[in-house]
């Protein structure tokens, strides 16, 4: 949290509401579970006691868009697939936030065909792209941080 002024000895902190909220945003992102390939392995492992994603306050990864604002498109999505992403996408309460994890979800993989989307930005505005095939989760952990630094860097004029 970014202190702008430290006031006397009664140890009283100011700072500005956009960066108290910006904070609060950032440490408690709540996944929604989009796995959708062999990324999803990775992504699972992100929340297993190795690597525990519940230290960036990721308790644990939602099923329902009602109670996610961060959605980790991992894997390849097919043509098919596209409109039910982008259904829950909608689903989900703003602010909203998009990482594309794994080469398939960001521009296709080896997958250069007419069934499987050529990137997922094509549906949803993306924020971090994650590259790998698959992505470790130490790569999705610094997506995630990337993330919070740019939410963190957010604007109150932003928000509407």
């Known amino acids: 949290m970014g202190v702008t002024q430290r006031l006397g000895e009664m140890g009283i902190v100011t700072t500005t509401l956009e960066q108290a909220v910006n ?9 929604m579970l989009f796995g959708l390939a062999c990324c999803a392995i990775e992504m699972m492992a992100t929340q297993a006691a ?3 994603a519940s230290r960036f306050g990721m308790e644990l990864m ?3 868009p009602r109670q996610s604002d961060l959605m980790i498109v991992a894997g390849r999505v097919s043509r098919k697939m596209a409109p039910v992403l982008r259904r829950l ?15 398939c979800a960001s521009c296709g993989g080896v997958f250069n065909n007419y069934a499987i989307l050529q990137g997922v930005d094509e ?4 924020d971090v792209y994650v590259a790998g095939c698959p992505p ?8 995630i ?13 932003d928000w509407a």
């Open 123 to 126: 549906i949803v505005p993306v």
């Open 89 to 103: 996408y909608d689903q989900m309460p703003d602010p909203k936030w998009v990482i594309s994890m794994g080469d």
């Open 23 to 31: 904070w609060g945003r950032t440490r408690a992102m709540w996944p």
């Open 50 to 52: 190795h690597h525990d």
């Open 62 to 64: 939602r099923a329902s």
């Open 136 to 143: 470790r989760p130490e790569q999705l952990f610094h997506g």
């Open 145 to 157: 941080m990337t993330l919070q630094e740019k939410v963190m860097e957010s604007k109150i004029k």
